[in-house]
T-cell receptor
């Protein structure tokens, strides 16, 4: 059974204070690891897909990295508008396309 | 349409009543998924449709839950005899193909269901 654990549950940062979110996973044959952003009252918004260990992707102040056991979402010089819940999910080789999500990290960036 | 559309956006119902939630996926997307997000919980898989194949119903929590997809497009999730524990946000997602990992998944904004 695919499993995803995210930490911390909540993270409070000052504007400009860089940090990282962690996503640890257990999956049989990783097909893809996904990062989503979710704002209150909205559905998850796609950020990145990572497929293999060593892969990195960047978008504005966000950078996602992947190892064989975990993924990190690095946030550089965050702004208040980066405040949201960040979700990590995996698709394994036996899950036929179904996403397994972690509980999410609630990020709050104070001005 | 341009995105995944869900209706209604909010639904308040009395305990014991039946409800229907609708999902209109992105045109051309053959895979459709329903997830449930309860307060303080992660997204929980409910059911998956892929083309004309039999749906994967392995995530449905009880026989009060059912879903269908007509013409390979619009899907309806039905909850019979609703209970308070059914209160949650129900999210629909679609993808170009079965190997969603290759194509990505687009989520709708969800239906917030409150059972009183």
């Amino acid at each position: 059974e695919d499993q995803v654990t995210q930490s911390p549950e909540a993270l409070r940062l000052q504007e400009g204070e860089s940090s990282s979110l962690n996503c640890s996973y257990t999956v049989s044959g990783l097909r893809g690891l996904f990062w989503y952003r979710q704002d209150p009252g909205k559905g998850p918004e796609f950020l990145f897909t990572l497929y293999s260990a060593g892969e990195e992707k960047e978008k504005e102040r966000l950078k996602a990295t992947l190892t064989k056991k975990e993924s990190f979402l690095h946030i550089t010089a965050p702004k208040p508008e980066d405040s949201a819940t960040y979700l990590c999910a995996v698709v394994g080789g036996t899950s036929y396309g179904k996403l397994t999500f972690g509980q999410g990290t609630i990020l709050t960036v104070h001005p | 349409g341009a995105g995944v559309s869900q209706s209604p956006s909010n639904k308040v119902t009395e305990k014991g009543k039946d409800v229907e939630l609708r999902c209109d996926p992105i045109s051309g997307h053959t895979a459709l998924y329903w997830y449930r997000q309860s307060l303080g919980q992660g997204l929980e898989f409910l059911i998956y449709f892929q083309g004309n194949s039999a749906p994967d119903k392995s995530g449905l929590p009880s026989d009060r839950f059912s879903a269908e997809r007509t013409g390979g497009s619009v899907s309806t999730l039905t909850i019979q005899r609703t209970q308070q524990e059914d209160s949650a946000v129900y999210l629909c997602a679609s993808s170009l193909g079965r190997a969603g990992a290759n194509y990505g998944y687009t989520f709708g904004s969800g239906t917030r269901l409150t059972v009183v």
